[in-house]
């Protein structure tokens, strides 16, 4: 009997004990069962502030999306961007050009002239002013404007093209007027086809005068200053007609080296076959 109490008081003493540490029975992988643990009560934790004092106990989730994650809206894929050079650009600018945003012909290209002109036709219509393209910009611009048609895509000139000079109107001839800022491929004294074109700077000019086509190269680099110079027509003593992607990108905002730089690429390929060598080349005012 004695025995038996003592018994009783062993389990209860290390009964006492084992709660007093917080034990809890863990489950065990010995394939006798699963125990589940005993509930306990966390520690409090300290503040934000730094002091002692336990933290308010937390508000149970309601399901709601907090206001963070609400209040930014969605930010939407931009399609047109500084430096591409599309078919889609093109139709960017013949459309931006309709609705008076656009002054020159439209190259395919977009560079600063093109993002400045995105830009102001998002300020007027209240749209974020990135000066590039998304989807809601260009379903606006679409919303207001027709289809371009080609002659708009990819129209004769920008510039206009003035009275052509007297030596320009007899054989064939690169008639270059530094006035408009043109070149006219003339036959006969008429205008097959005509160009924006861009002239050297007061440093490196552009020569005046009549000249011949004496070379041509398709792909061309120059030795001089290292540029590509693409379908190139030389007439003058290293100067000549050849296609710029420095005047595609930043229009009349740079010059060249004394060449006549032209801008549409696709045009000027079509002149280069057309052109041989020979054929005169007029440079004047």
């Given at each position: 009997m004695k025995r038996s109490s003592v018994i009783r008081r062993a389990v209860l003493v290390a009964t006492a004990v084992a709660l007093a540490a917080g034990c809890t029975a863990q489950a065990s992988d010995t394939g006798k069962g699963t125990v589940s643990p005993a509930p306990t009560t966390a520690a409090p934790t300290a503040s934000a502030t730094g002091d002692d004092k336990p933290s308010s106990p937390a508000t149970p989730s309601t399901g709601t999306p907090s206001a963070s994650a609400t209040t930014e809206p969605p930010k939407t894929k931009v399609i047109m961007d500084d430096g591409d050079e599309t078919a889609q650009v093109r139709e960017l600018q013949a459309r931006l050009r309709q609705v008076g945003y656009f002054d020159r012909a439209p190259t395919g290209f977009f560079g600063t002239m093109t993002a400045g002109a995105v830009k102001a036709f998002q300020k007027k219509r209240e749209l974020p002013q990135t000066g590039t393209v998304d989807e809601t910009?260009?379903?606006?611009?679409?919303?207001?404007?027709?289809?371009?048609?080609?002659?708009?895509?990819?129209?004769?000139?920008?510039?206009?093209?003035?009275?052509?000079?007297?030596?320009?109107?007899?054989?064939?001839?690169?008639?270059?007027?530094?006035?408009?800022?043109?070149?006219?491929?003339?036959?006969?004294?008429?205008?097959?086809?005509?160009?924006?074109?861009?002239?050297?700077?007061?440093?490196?000019?552009?020569?005046?005068?009549?000249?011949?086509?004496?070379?041509?190269?398709?792909?061309?680099?120059?030795?001089?200053?290292?540029?590509?110079?693409?379908?190139?027509?030389?007439?003058?003593?290293?100067?000549?007609?050849?296609?710029?992607?420095?005047?595609?990108?930043?229009?009349?905002?740079?010059?060249?080296?004394?060449?006549?730089?032209?801008?549409?690429?696709?045009?000027?390929?079509?002149?280069?076959?057309?052109?041989?060598?020979?054929?005169?080349?007029?440079?004047?005012?």
């Open positions: 910009t260009w379903q606006k611009l679409i919303g207001m404007t027709r289809e371009p048609t080609a002659d708009e895509l990819r129209p004769a000139t920008t510039n206009k093209l003035d009275a052509p000079d007297p030596r320009c109107l007899t054989g064939r001839v690169l008639c270059i007027s530094k006035e408009s800022r043109t070149l006219a491929w003339m036959i006969d004294g008429k205008v097959v086809s005509s160009f924006d074109v861009r002239f050297g700077s007061e440093n490196t000019p552009t020569r005046e005068g009549e000249f011949k086509v004496e070379w041509k190269a398709r792909d061309w680099t120059s030795t001089i200053y290292h540029t590509p110079m693409p379908y190139a027509m030389f007439f003058s003593r290293g100067q000549a007609v050849h296609y710029s992607a420095d005047f595609a990108a930043r229009g009349y905002n740079g010059a060249s080296h004394g060449c006549v730089n032209v801008r549409d690429k696709g045009k000027l390929a079509v002149l280069f076959d057309q052109v041989k060598v020979g054929d005169k080349v007029v440079v004047h005012w």
